[in-house]
């Protein structure tokens, strides 16, 4: 199995960098928390300064949805639409441990991460433009096909794990109680990038062994070394 960025991609955002880690002995329930508070409290000094809409890390996902076509202020990045929330309600839902730890350190950097059941992705994951005949399961059980050129997250099955790149994930390949083993993926495309993405990768192996979970593997790719095997 393996996770990659097609040469699509790679010409398309040149300034993009993807961060990506296999993460094994998910608990549904764990004795030691992780440490939410902190990343959160980071979030939270960060809005103070300004609005998500004007940070660094959000406004480079927005060109690059203004670049698909799309309108930013319709379609938001994971990481923008999580800060907004977080911004209104001062909080973020739980859901599951690992997910809750993801989606604190995603605010606390503003970029989004996205985290998979790897049990329910065939063969491969790689992001690409879509045909526009994948499939895609949305959260209401509803059925989607992307439009054709649309970024997704495409599997050997024809599904897609994500559309509008980070825009949303499937419900397909959501991580529950079941889930033993996850695929956690965080790009960014902002001027700081290199540096940013390697400290994210780092505060989330952190806390996902805080959990109790082992990190098998945690990397940077680049279009010289586009594909993460495992």
């Not at 764990?30 to 809409?53: C, H, I, K």
Request: aromatic share 8%; glycine share 4%.
């Amino acid at each position: 199995m393996y996770f990659c960025h097609l040469p699509e991609i790679w010409h398309d955002f040149d300034s993009l960098v993807p961060g990506v880690m296999v993460v094994e002995q998910l608990r549904p329930h764990v004795e030691q928390e992780p440490n939410l508070a902190f990343w959160l409290g980071r979030a939270r000094e960060r809005l103070g300064d300004a609005s998500e809409s004007r940070m660094e890390e959000i406004m480079a996902w927005r060109q690059a949805y203004s670049k698909m076509g799309l309108k930013p202020s319709q379609y938001r990045s994971a990481a923008e639409a999580l800060l907004r929330r977080f911004r209104k309600e001062d909080s973020l839902p739980s859901l599951h441990p690992a997910v809750d730890v993801c989606n604190a350190i995603s605010v606390a950097f503003a970029l989004p991460v996205a985290i998979l059941d790897i049990a329910k992705i065939d063969s491969f994951l790689e992001v690409c433009r879509a045909k526009g005949d994948e499939v895609y399961l949305s959260f209401n059980g509803e059925t989607e096909h992307p439009h054709p050129g649309e970024v997704i997250f495409r599997d050997a099955s024809n599904h897609a794990h994500a559309r509008r790149w980070t825009f949303r994930q499937s419900r397909l390949s959501t991580v529950g109680p079941e889930t033993e083993q996850a695929l956690v993926v965080s790009e960014a495309l902002h001027r700081n990038a290199s540096e940013d993405i390697p400290a994210l990768l780092e505060a989330l192996s952190r806390e996902l062994t805080t959990l109790g979970a082992t990190v098998r593997s945690a990397t940077v790719l680049t279009a010289e070394a586009p594909r993460l095997e495992f």
